[in-house]
């Protein structure tokens, strides 16, 4: 059983692109969450998605961010135009409905 | 929404030694994970303890859900027990998971 895959590991970006993180959960699970890490920090909640359907969005910003996860594939954190302020970790994690978390080893996003 | 506090921010330690580390919580929480980072940054599951006392290894936790408040605890500290140690609590609204993470302790073990 595969853990959480995240792809890519690293992924730099010029100001204005656009960057995909995909997030492939662990088999048999329906949840999952992103979450961004700036350097020396903690863990701040972006969104929680269930297959179709966005649960929570509420951590992450209004404009230029989307999530999806779809009935069939990833779950993909979509970035318009980025900016420097967005270069970070980005980690995903899923779970089954009830029970244990597992993360994957994230993306490393540097927007120059 | 649910506040998560972390204590001590930060903690140095000569190898060897034992600590503890704890998690506040504002509110009834569903399930409670203490997780760690080491320094290539993967987050690494300790412990799935929403209630009650668990042990693995040099590794054990407690949750006092009551009390609003989990505790970990380290013996015999290593070198590679560096790193940060986050706690996070999901509430259980409507059947959903919601983790929420603190903002977690950095521990740095000396040799």
């Known amino acids: 059983n595969a853990g959480v895959m995240q792809n890519p590991r690293h992924l730099v970006r010029r100001r204005g692109q656009e960057a995909r993180l995909r997030c492939s959960p662990m088999?048999?699970?329906?949840?999952v969450y992103w979450y961004r890490q700036l350097p020396e920090e903690g863990l701040k909640f972006m969104v929680y998605?269930?297959?179709?359907?966005?649960?929570?969005e509420s951590g992450m910003p209004k404009e230029r961010f989307s999530a999806e996860f779809p009935k069939e594939g990833p779950s993909i954190l979509r970035i318009q135009q980025v900016v420097r302020g967005d270069s970070a970790a980005y980690f995903c994690?899923?779970?089954?409905?009830?029970?244990?978390?597992?993360f994957g080893q994230g993306t490393r996003l540097t927007v120059v | 929404g649910i506040q998560v506090e972390q204590s001590p921010p930060d903690l140095i330690l000569q190898e060897g030694a034992n600590s503890t580390l704890r998690c506040n919580f504002s509110?009834?929480?569903?399930?409670l994970q203490w997780f760690h980072q080491n320094p290539w940054g993967q987050l690494i599951n300790l412990f799935y303890?929403?209630?009650g006392t668990k042990q693995n290894g040099r590794l054990s936790a407690t949750t006092v859900a009551t009390e609003r408040y989990s505790l970990l605890y380290i013996s015999s500290s290593q070198t590679t027990d560096s790193g940060v140690y986050f706690c996070a609590v999901d509430q259980g609204r409507n059947n959903n998971n919601d983790m929420r993470f603190g903002a977690g302790t950095r521990l740095t073990v000396k040799p």
């Open positions: 088999k048999g699970h329906s949840h």
């Open positions: 998605l269930q297959k179709e359907n966005i649960i929570d």
């Open positions: 303890i929403p209630s």
């Open positions: 509110d009834s929480v569903n399930n």
């Open positions: 994690a899923s779970s089954p409905r009830r029970g244990m978390a597992f």
